[in-house]
């Protein structure tokens, strides 16, 4: 079964640091082959309590978007884990050149446990076992980020990360499926990280038309006006199904668009 599965829901730093949501980001699974993408503070617990258990040994790769603590707290433990303590030498690493070169979030002799580290660089392809996926052009945001798109059967999925909102930003990410980092619920002018708001989310939505949303990555403002009457809200609206993601929800991708 090919599947996502998320291992936390949480964005930036206060929801993080009071893990108000699990922090943990998300374990994608298409056919053999094992992927996590953004191991946030939490990561490995999440994935060793989970239901049915998933066990990081079985990972073939690991993913960050970009450098920022929420989508990377875990990704030297998580090596660890995936290569049996450095002992079985294993896997790829996917990340930005900037969260391996200057104040870099992997360290260094950790980085001689993995197979291979792949730099991801904008509008380029890149494939794991069954997953193949490429980056869009790089997002607004502090440090180098990218968003990804999966071309993967049964379903495409596209994911966007922290970005600040650009013209764009719908076109780069035209997967069935979408997944969206959206931290707040209203824009604000003077926003330090460069982050989505739900109106900015809608415009997403109407121009790239996917057949299923979801919702993540809930900053304060989002918690307090409880995701899932967002999202019901904005599938009123925009016409197509858009759900929040939980702490925990497994997606099956042979259903998901399924209605
Ligand atoms: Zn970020």
Not at 66 to 83: C, F, P, R
Not at 124 to 139: C, L, V
Not at 198 to 213: F, H, S
């Amino acid at each position: 079964m090919s599947f996502i599965k998320f291992l936390g829901t949480a964005g930036a730093r206060f929801v993080v640091s009071k893990q108000l949501r699990a922090s943990g980001g998300a374990w994608l699974s298409v056919g053999k082959t094992n992927l996590y993408i953004d191991p946030g503070p939490g990561a490995l617990v999440r994935c060793l309590n989970s239901k049915p258990k998933l066990e990081p040994s079985t990972l073939d790769g690991i993913l960050l978007t970009h450098k920022h603590l929420d989508h990377s707290g875990d990704v030297n433990i998580m090596i660890e884990a995936m290569t049996e303590g450095g002992f079985k030498k294993r896997g790829i690493l996917f990340a930005p050149g900037d969260a391996l070169e200057d104040d870099p979030v992997v360290l260094k002799y950790v980085r001689s446990y993995v197979d291979k580290v792949e730099v991801l660089k904008e509008n380029s392809e890149y494939r794991i076992g069954e997953i193949q996926f490429s980056t869009a052009q790089k997002h607004q945001h502090r440090v180098e980020t990218y968003g990804l798109n999966f071309k993967i059967s049964p379903r495409t999925i596209s994911l966007i990360t922290d970005t600040k909102f650009f013209p764009e930003l719908p076109s780069l990410y035209r997967g069935e499926i979408l997944i969206i980092h959206v931290v707040r619920l209203k824009p604000i002018g003077d926003d330090p990280i460069d982050h989505l708001s739900i109106e900015d989310v809608k415009t997403i939505i109407k121009k790239a038309k996917p057949k299923l949303t979801i919702l993540t990555h809930f900053g304060m403002t989002m918690i307090k006006a409880k995701p899932w009457v967002i999202a019901a809200d904005l599938e009123k609206e925009v016409g197509v199904k858009v759900i929040a993601a939980s702490d925990g929800m497994k997606l099956d991708l042979e259903v998901a668009t399924e209605s």
